[in-house]
C-alpha cells in the first residue's frame, strides 16, 4: 500500500502532467486559428490572382484575334500591291521592248537610207 505522502506526491506528479498537458493544447489551438487565418488569407489571395489571371487571358485572346484579323487584312491589301506591281513591271518591259524594236527599226531604216544615198 501507498502512504499518503506518496498518495500526494503521484497526485502531484500527474496534476502537473495534466496542467502541462492543458497549457501544450492552448498553445496548440493559437497555433491552429493562427495558421488558419494565413491559410484563409492565402486563399483568398490565390482566388484573386486567380481572377486576374483569368482576366488577363481573356484579354491577351481577345488581342491575338484582333491582331489576327488585322494581318489578314494586311496580307490581302500586300497581296493586291504585289500584283499592281507585277502589272505594272510587265507593262513598262512591254513599252521598252516596243520601243527598242521602234529604235531597232528606224535604226535599220535610217542605215538604209544611208546605203540608198550613197549609191546614188
Same mark, same amino acid.
Given at each position: 500500500m %501507498? *502512504?499518503?505522502e506518496e498518495w500526494e506526491r503521484k497526485m502531484e506528479f500527474l496534476l502537473? @502532467?495534466?496542467a502541462q498537458f492543458?497549457?501544450? %493544447?492552448i498553445e496548440l489551438k493559437?497555433? @491552429? #486559428? #493562427?495558421?488558419? +487565418?494565413?491559410?484563409?488569407? /492565402? *486563399?483568398?489571395?490565390?482566388?484573386s490572382y486567380a481572377t486576374i489571371l483569368l482576366?488577363? #487571358? &481573356?484579354? /491577351?485572346?481577345?488581342? $491575338?484575334?484582333?491582331?489576327?484579323?488585322s494581318q489578314k487584312f494586311t496580307d490581302k491589301q500586300l @497581296?493586291?500591291? $504585289?500584283? +499592281?506591281?507585277?502589272?505594272? /513591271?510587265e507593262a513598262q518591259n512591254s513599252r521598252m521592248n516596243n520601243?527598242? *524594236?521602234?529604235?531597232? +527599226?528606224?535604226t535599220a531604216s535610217l542605215a538604209k537610207l544611208k546605203m540608198d544615198?550613197? /549609191? &546614188?
Open positions: %501507498m *502512504s499518503n502537473n @502532467q495534466q492543458d497549457a501544450g %493544447m493559437a497555433a @491552429q #486559428a #493562427a495558421s488558419e +487565418k494565413r491559410l484563409d488569407r /492565402t *486563399s483568398e489571395m490565390l482566388s482576366e488577363n #487571358a &481573356k484579354v /491577351t485572346d481577345a488581342r $491575338i484575334l484582333e491582331l489576327t484579323q @497581296q493586291g500591291l $504585289i500584283v +499592281k506591281v507585277e502589272e505594272l /513591271t520601243s527598242e *524594236s521602234s529604235l531597232l +527599226k528606224s544615198f550613197r /549609191t &546614188k
